[in-house]
């Protein structure tokens, strides 16, 4: 069955204080994988496509990285702002998209 | 632009009603879609659109209709509400069909 799995479900860091949330994936066959941010009370905002093993994105503060059966998103020396849910969705090959539950993400100064 | 936007923000139903989500897009996507998010639950699909008059249904269609009469619109319709239905529904477009997703701001329904 089709699964995609966020960890942890909520995280608390200190200013400056770097970490990486985890995208487990099942999927028949992978087309990409997507990460978005979403503020509280608003829609979901793009942040990343993966493609293949081994591809990895940068903006500003946020990295993607992507192996065969997982995706990391690192965030190096966060500020409050950073403070989101940070969404995770797998496009398999029978075009079915998939998205994880999440992770919470709170910056404390 | 603006982007995607969705009317109204919140809405408040009886069992039983029936009412529209609107759905707008400015930049010339070719696929729309419906979701709707539960708490503890990822986004979920309703229905979709490859373009203008193809729709088809997600995971999660009963109870809701949809018509995508040109490129930009795409209303959700919900026939016949029931509390189930208490949800954040969001709208989102994209190029076209396994592409990056812009999402709108959504609206809040509650059934009661």
């Known amino acids: 069955e089709d699964q995609v799995t966020q960890s942890p479900e909520a995280l608390r860091l200190q200013e400056g204080e770097s970490s990486s949330l985890n995208c487990s994936y099942t999927?028949?066959?992978?087309?990409?994988l997507f990460w978005y941010r979403q503020d509280p009370g608003k829609g979901p905002e793009f942040l990343f496509t993966?493609?293949?093993a081994g591809e990895e994105k940068e903006k500003e503060r946020l990295k993607a990285t992507l192996t065969k059966k997982e995706s990391f998103l690192h965030i190096t020396a966060p500020k409050p702002e950073d403070s989101a849910t940070y969404l995770c969705?797998?496009?398999?090959?029978?075009?079915?998209?998939?998205f994880g539950t999440g992770t919470r993400l709170q910056v404390f100064p | 632009n603006a982007g995607v936007t969705q009317t109204p923000k919140f809405q408040v139903l009886k069992t039983g009603q029936s009412m529209t989500l609107q759905c707008a897009q400015d930049?010339?996507?070719?696929?729309m879609s419906w979701y709707r998010q539960d708490p503890g639950m990822g986004l979920r699909l309703i229905h979709y659109?490859?373009?203008?008059?193809?729709?088809d249904q997600g995971e999660v269609p009963n109870g809701y209709n949809v018509s995508r009469s040109t490129t930009e619109d795409f209303p959700l319709r919900l026939l016949s509400a029931a509390p189930s239905q208490t949800s954040v529904y969001f709208c989102?477009?994209?190029?076209?069909?396994?592409?990056?997703?812009?999402f709108g701001p959504g609206t809040r329904l509650t059934v009661t």
């Open positions: 989102a477009s994209s190029p076209n069909h396994g592409r990056e997703q812009y």
């Open positions: 999927v028949s066959g992978l087309r990409g």
């Open positions: 993966l493609y293949s």
């Open positions: 969705a797998v496009q398999a090959n029978t075009d079915k998209l998939i």
């Open positions: 930049m010339n996507h070719e696929y």
């Open positions: 659109s490859v373009g203008a008059g193809i729709t």
